[in-house]
DNA sequence: TGACGAATTGACTATTTAATAAATAATCAA
DNA sequence: TTGATTATTTATTAAATAGTCAATTCGTCA
């Protein structure tokens, strides 16, 4: 019967009354929260239990001390963060296919930008509570903060430097500036929105977040960069 | 004898043993560089008390509490922050006298997003730790965060918003774009650097805070206003 | 000089919070 | 079914930290 019945709780996905996978999870989604909120010291253990309907002896059980779990929040964060930009940018025949025929032409450098901002909107507005978390890692010289940077904006950062690079000296892009520093504008443009919300919100009261204003900032930063780049 | 002496301790300046004022002083710079490294959670009013070679108990006797201390410290900033930015765009002809007839070709226009850029760079270079402490106020929805925003970017950001909305009714910066978006661009473009050292330094290993760099991003964003502004 | 008030000190308390340990209940495999 | 393993709960401990209090020292002024 144990074994029938653990069938048909499996068939019929009957969740069982105790699963520690579930419950380590619901541990590490409270934590994860509560840790962005409050950053590492304000957090609580007792509110991410709470959160997490779990007991807080649970948390030393699962993952020893809170640098622990601490630990496990990033370290499932930066696994669950893949480089998505590589993807976006392996769509722009530019960007991807730097080995055969690039079309040299403005269009596609639009293009390329475009697919820039787009990625680096998208990781910004999907990550920035992870960005708060991490930035305790980052204070104290961690490996996560690197470990992260390397995974995800540094790719996206390499590739595009690199193209805008080649373009350059095609004569594609104006000569005279320094690639780097241009996407490093765009970095910054992308992602002050949202680590400054807050201070932003008081020069322009305004929807910082509404996909109003993210839409004009996109259309911004991409034609921004484009006055700065085409000769 | 005592009058004199006293007289001789302010001519000479000779500090004297006990100083409430000045104890006073070391406490909150203590506490501003604590509360800046490890925010207000982690901040420890031992380590606060060590720092400033003073009682922990001093703290309670002047502050009250914790909280006391960082409204304390905060209070300080924000009267100490006027907006100096002001004095910088006073002296730009194009802002200043925007009564007088402005001389309205790009050179002036160009002066006047330096004079911005400038005012930005020098902000946050200074304040780069105050911004991390009023982050704990900022997420509280305190006041003290839109206080400071309100002394120091708002008039600026207004004033190059309102300058630049002028110049663009008469043709000097080209028409159809949000000249709001323009300044929260450049305000992006200088504060990433402060903000963000850490992840940036992961992209690009060079050093963010040295003169070079900065001088080269001065440029870079002086340029990159002037390309999207000029029609 | 002496008294008063402010500054300072050191010992102490209260509270919060992380961490542990032991007991109980559910699950799974043989 | 049974025994082992794992999950969960309850109670308790230990450590860190904010906050209090009374005693003491020092500067100032009558």
């Known amino acids: 019967m144990t074994a029938a019945l653990s069938l048909v709780k499996r068939a019929r996905r009957v969740k069982p009354k105790r699963d520690g ?14 840790f962005a909120r409050k950053g590492f010291a304000g957090a609580r253990l007792g509110a ?38 590589w993807d976006i940018l392996q769509r722009v025949p530019i960007g991807g296919a730097r080995g055969r025929k690039a079309r040299l032409d403005l269009p596609a450098l639009r293009a390329l930008v475009d697919a820039f901002v787009v990625a680096m909107l998208r990781f ?42 080649d373009l350059q000296r095609r004569g594609v892009v104006r000569r005279g500036i320094d690639v ?31 996909a109003d204003f993210m839409d004009a900032r996109r259309r911004e930063i991409v034609d921004t960069a484009m006055a700065r780049l085409a000769p």
Do not use: N
């Not at 699962?62 to 496990?72: C, I, S, T």
């Not at 780097?180 to 910082?208: G, I, N, Q």
């Open 21 to 34: 996978e579930a419950t380590k999870k619901r541990l590490l989604d409270a934590a994860e929260q509560e």
């Open 48 to 85: 991410i239990a709470v959160a997490a309907s779990a007991q807080q002896a649970l948390v030393h059980h699962y993952f020893g001390d809170k640098e622990g779990l601490y630990q496990a929040v990033l370290t499932r964060a930066v696994e669950a963060t893949t480089s998505e930009g």
């Open 124 to 165: 910004f507005a999907t990550h920035a509570p992870l960005l708060s978390i991490v930035r305790h890692d980052a204070r104290a010289g961690g490996a996560f903060t690197r470990e992260l940077v390397t995974r995800t904006s540094k790719p996206v950062f390499d590739v595009v430097v690199g193209t805008l690079g």
């Open 180 to 210: 780097r520093h241009v996407c490093v504008s765009v970095f910054a443009m992308c992602a002050y929105p949202y680590y400054d919300e807050e201070f932003l919100t008081v020069l322009w009261p305004v929807d910082v977040r509404g």
